[in-house]
């Protein structure tokens, strides 16, 4: 299989496609990202429905108990490999129907709790907790229930309610993010079903699963429209292949593969949604799958302060426990406020997903790349604390009779959620695209190259009613009221400085846009920096959010969040002053400079890393040792 070279410009329509042009729904992120604070969206938090709250605390309390007496995370870890037993287990518990609604068998649990489960499961094995995520964020259930008729519900659903396990693939060898080039192939044939050729590249769940969600393009055909579209494939049927089990650095037990199709019959009845709607319904199972990562991200954060906590009380240097050394107590702060923002940035999304009033595309994708990536120096930080002993392994500890605490795996498992659905630099772009929406929206024609001077004209006038009325509302707002959100008592400040920063921000946006028009889309650096700065945002703001529902439940919470958003806001600020102050224009030229060798004496004195092979292959059926399906019935 080779891949095909698609233009940039053909590249980009693929991808704009597949994006939901609409609002239908009001966004909070959205909103922020144009200078309108919205806290009335997220403020008061939505109420989740009591009774299943009951059925849910229920089953979590089971999964706890499961969890800590059935699951050995460090037998996982060393023999790379989970074992039947606790697929059987999960299975007895329901664990694979968690999202699957209970008239199909599933336990139909919110968003809310289920990431609860993932966090819990994660704690004790990221991989376990991948294999799960995997299965039911962005697997067959979560497509079915967005996507699925009726007819494909009662055949598939109760099967993975009953344990049956699923995985999802859309990478290939040569393709990742950029899905225009795919080469995956599913013919329509006489009778209107399809016949798959391709082969995919990290499939989660691969080597387990027996039902695959796979993306495939269909060539146009008369009476078929083609494109890129989904469908539901039985992993035992006659010409898929497993190729090999694929080693990472991290998440030793997770099950991913290199799977091949042959020839495979599809019947029709498996096309999941349209054809051509594939990408469309990957973008919006992700809307609600990418929360499950921010949730095991929290996980890492709470494990990482239980660890700190417990080890700067017992270790001395200098007289003094090493917690009470400003040096270190600055590292704990920032992870005891990171975890608590980092839990309130993951369950308002979710309740958000849960209530369904708010469109949550901005929301999801903000929580899945802040927490990915704050989540990751929390990890590092709690290592640095822990010094030597943060880099040794958990047996090595135990084999010299100390707590065998896995700090180390832990950096390594939680690596992969700055790339897993969707990289941080692809996520920046993605929001970035929705949050400039309205203004490429009204400039329209007047930055579209093949645009006449009649359209531009047009697109002109549209684009300066818009700004004659949305700037105005810019200079302005409550956050510049001595009393605005008093109710939030000694977080008010922090409200305040959001809603003058959110306006600020638009207006930086604004100055952008004007500058570079059409090339803003190339300005990725600026882009990125307006994605961190509305996160950084979006965070404190539900970090105020939860500290003031819970502050009789828990007073305390106040205190970490007015840590948190006093951190935020120093981010918040060095990212502001990056926008303009920066080193983007040397960096892009010496980087183009080091692609074509001009530096390369600077790689001199080392044996470099193997000079033969090349980078991107497709995979080929007589390569490596292929890998027992461990399909489980």
């Known amino acids: ?283 919006t199972t992700l809307n609600t799958g990418r929360l499950s990562l921010p949730a095991m991200c929290v996980g890492s954060a709470k494990w990482s302060l239980n660890v700190v906590r417990q080890w700067a009380q017992e270790r001395e240097q200098w007289g003094r426990p090493v917690g009470q050394h400003e040096a270190i107590s600055a590292k704990i702060a920032f992870i005891a406020a990171s975890s608590y923002g980092l839990q309130a940035v993951s369950e308002m999304a979710c309740l958000l997903a849960d ?65 897993f659905e969707g990289s941080t630099e692809i996520m920046k772009l993605f929001i970035a695209r929705e949050a400039v929406d309205a203004h490429l929206k009204v400039a329209g024609d007047i930055i579209e190259p093949e645009a006449g001077l009649s359209r531009k004209a047009r697109a002109a006038g549209r684009a300066g009613a818009f700004y004659a009325r949305w700037l105005p509302t810019l200079t302005l707002g409550k956050g510049q009221l001595p009393g605005g959100y008093a109710e939030f008592g000694p977080l008010a400040g922090h409200l305040r400085y959001v809603e003058r920063a959110s306006r600020r921000l638009a207006r930086e946006t604004f100055y952008a846009m004007a500058r570079w028009q059409g090339k803003m889309e190339r300005k990725q650096s600026f882009l990125g920096r307006v994605v961190d700065i509305g996160a950084e945002l979006f965070a404190i703001s539900a970090t105020c959010v939860k500290a003031k529902s819970e502050r009789h439940s828990q007073p305390a919470g106040v205190e970490l969040a007015d840590a948190f958003c006093r951190q935020a806001r120093l981010r918040a600020e060095a990212l502001f002053a990056a926008l303009w102050e920066n080193t983007d224009t040397v960096d892009n030229r010496v980087a183009r400079r080091v692609l074509d060798g001009r530096y390369t004496f600077v790689e001199g004195g080392i044996v470099p890393a193997p000079q033969v092979g090349e980078w991107v292959v497709a995979a080929r059926p007589d390569e490596g040792t292929p890998s027992a399906r461990r399909i489980l019935g």
């Not at 309390?61 to 039947?84: F, H, T």
């Not at 968003?111 to 991948?130: E, K």
């Not at 391709?198 to 083609?226: F, I, Q």
């Not at 590092?380 to 707590?403: H, K």
């Open 1 to 283: 299989m080779t891949s095909t070279h698609v233009s940039e410009r053909d590249a980009r329509k693929v991808a704009e496609a597949a994006r939901e042009t609409e609002w239908r729904k009001p966004s909070f992120g959205k909103e922020l990202f144009l200078g309108r604070f919205r806290l009335d969206l997220v403020d008061p938090l939505p109420k989740l429905d009591p009774q299943r709250t009951a059925d849910a605390e229920a089953f979590l309390a089971r999964l706890d108990d499961y969890v800590r007496n059935k699951i050995d995370g460090g037998a996982i870890e060393r023999d790379a490999l989970i074992p039947d037993e606790v697929f059987a287990g999960l299975a007895e518990l329901g664990v694979f129907g968690m999202k699957v609604d209970p008239a199909y068998g599933g336990l139909g649990l919110t968003n809310y709790h289920y990431c609860q489960a993932l966090m819990l499961i994660g704690s004790v094995s990221p991989a376990v907790g991948a294999l799960v995520s995997a299965h039911q964020s962005i697997g067959v259930p979560q497509p079915l229930k967005l996507f699925g008729t009726e007819d494909q519900k009662k055949r598939f659903l109760p099967r993975m309610a009953a344990g049956e396990i699923s995985a999802f693939l859309l990478t290939e060898p040569d393709v990742g993010s950029d899905p225009a080039r795919m080469g995956s192939l599913a013919v329509v044939d006489d009778d209107g079903n399809y016949t798959l050729n391709g082969v995919k590249l990290w499939a989660t769940n691969g080597t387990v699963a027996s039902l695959l969600v796979v993306m495939a393009k269909v060539p146009p055909v008369e009476g078929h429209r083609g494109g890129i579209t989904a469908f539901v494939v039985e992993a035992d049927a006659p010409g898929v292949t497993v190729e090999r089990r694929n080693a990472f650095l991290g998440l030793r037990g997770l099950e991913n593969s290199v799977t091949r199709f042959d020839n495979v019959k599809i019947p029709k009845e498996n096309v999941i949604g349209r054809e051509g709607q594939g990408l469309r319904i990957a973008l």
């Open 355 to 419: 209530s369904g009033s708010s469109d949550i595309r901005i929301e999801a994708a903000l929580a899945k790349l802040y927490a990915s990536e704050l989540a990751w120096t929390v990890v590092d930080e709690m290592i640095q604390i822990r010094g030597g002993r943060g880099y040794e392994t958990a047996d090595s500890l135990a084999a010299r009779g100390e707590r065998p605490v896995a700090a180390e795996q832990l950096l390594r498992d939680l690596r992969i959620n700055r790339i």
